[in-house]
């Protein structure tokens, strides 16, 4: 059994930064294709980012520049530094992963992740 587990998220004026950890664990877990995805209420959920086991990321055009995915391989954390916020950047972001990996992997994949963290709330004023 597969969780996700996140943390960061909060409150901040435009111009600031947030950092988002979610920390994986279970057999199941893999760092094949791991993203952020955000949501707003009433729209459809958009990807933000993705990295793969590789190390190569991909970002969604509104956030390029600005925020930045990594990943600890060693303690299965996944991580977004997001800086320059602005008031649009403002959604729930979830953590997500795949069991298997995926031909192509990126922030328009959310339909191909298996597992998902329970969402952090960011809210930038």
């Known amino acids: 059994h597969v969780q996700l587990v996140e943390s960061g998220g909060g409150s901040v004026r435009a111009g600031g930064s947030l950092r988002h950890s979610c920390v994986g664990s279970?057999?199941?877990?893999?760092?094949?294709?791991l993203g952020w995805f955000r949501q707003v209420p009433g729209k459809k959920r958009e990807g933000v980012a993705t990295?793969?086991?590789?190390?190569?990321?991909r970002y969604a055009d509104s956030v390029k520049g600005r925020f930045t995915i990594s990943q600890d391989a060693a303690s299965n954390t996944l991580y977004l530094q997001m800086d320059a916020l602005k008031p649009e950047d403002s959604a729930m972001y979830y953590c997500a992963s795949t069991q298997w990996r995926p031909t192509s992997c990126g922030p328009w994949y959310d339909y191909g992740m298996d597992y998902w963290g329970e969402g952090t709330q960011v809210t930038v004023s």
């Open positions: 990295i793969e086991s590789d190390g190569i990321t």
């Open positions: 279970g057999d199941g877990f893999r760092n094949y294709c």
